[in-house]
C-alpha cells in the first residue's frame, strides 16, 4: 500500500486475516490521524504491560497484565491490519519507549499504583475511542470501522473497570498520578495525530 494517501479514502489491505469484515474496512482520510493516535495507543499499551511484567513479582498483578497485554495485542494486530504503513506515526518508537515506562515505573510501587495507571490510562482510552465512534455514528458506510472501535473501546473499559475494582478511594498522590497520567496521554495523542 502506498505510503501516502492521494484519494478520499483508503481501503485496507490485510492478508492473511480470516475476518472477511476487515477487508471491507475504508479509512476516510479524515479519520486517518485519529487512527494513527490509535496504532501508537496500541503499540504503547502493549509495552505498559511488557514494562508491568518486567518489573512485578506480584502473581496477582502479573496475571492481570498477562490477561490485557493478549487483548492489548489482539488491539495492535487489528488496526496495523488497516492503517497503511506510510501512514503510521514516525513517534512510534517514542510511543513505545514511554509505554514501557508508564508500565514499570508504577510497577516498582507496587500494585495499587498499578491499578491506578491503568484506571487512568483506560479512561483516556475509552473518551478517545468513544470520540472517534461518534464521528462515525452517522455515517453507515462506515459501520465496519466504527464496529472495529466500539469493540476495542468495549475491552478498553473492561480493563479500566477491572483495574478500577481492586482499587481502594484514590488518595492524593493517586488521584496526582492519574491526573498526569490523562495529561500525558493527551499530550501524546496530540503529537502521533500529527507526526
Known amino acids: 500500500m502506498k505510503s501516502s494517501v492521494t484519494s478520499e479514502q483508503t481501503t485496507a489491505a490485510s492478508p492473511g486475516l480470516s475476518d472477511p469484515e476487515l477487508q471491507k474496512i475504508t479509512i476516510p482520510y479524515y479519520m486517518l490521524s485519529a487512527l494513527r493516535s490509535d496504532h501508537a495507543g496500541e503499540a504503547g499499551a502493549v509495552e505498559i504491560y511488557r514494562g508491568i511484567l518486567t518489573v512485578t513479582r506480584d502473581d496477582t498483578v502479573r496475571a492481570f497484565a498477562q490477561e490485557h497485554l493478549q487483548t492489548e495485542r489482539r488491539h495492535l494486530a487489528l488496526i496495523e491490519s488497516i492503517v497503511p504503513l506510510g501512514e503510521r506515526s514516525r513517534l512510534l ?25 491503568i484506571e487512568a490510562v483506560e479512561s483516556f482510552v475509552d473518551a478517545h475511542y468513544r470520540q472517534q465512534v461518534e464521528v462515525l455514528e452517522h455515517k453507515p458506510d462506515q459501520s465496519e470501522l466504527r464496529g472495529l472501535l466500539e469493540s476495542c473501546r468495549a475491552d478498553e473499559i473492561a480493563h479500566r473497570d477491572d483495574a478500577r475494582s481492586r482499587l481502594d478511594k484514590p488518595r492524593r498522590i493517586g488521584r496526582l498520578w492519574s491526573w498526569l497520567i490523562a495529561r500525558g496521554s493527551e499530550a501524546g495523542v496530540r503529537l502521533v495525530m500529527r507526526f
Open 93 to 117: 518508537a517514542l510511543c513505545r519507549w514511554a509505554g514501557w515506562i508508564t508500565g514499570a515505573l508504577p510497577a516498582l510501587f507496587g500494585a495499587p499504583a498499578v491499578y491506578r495507571t
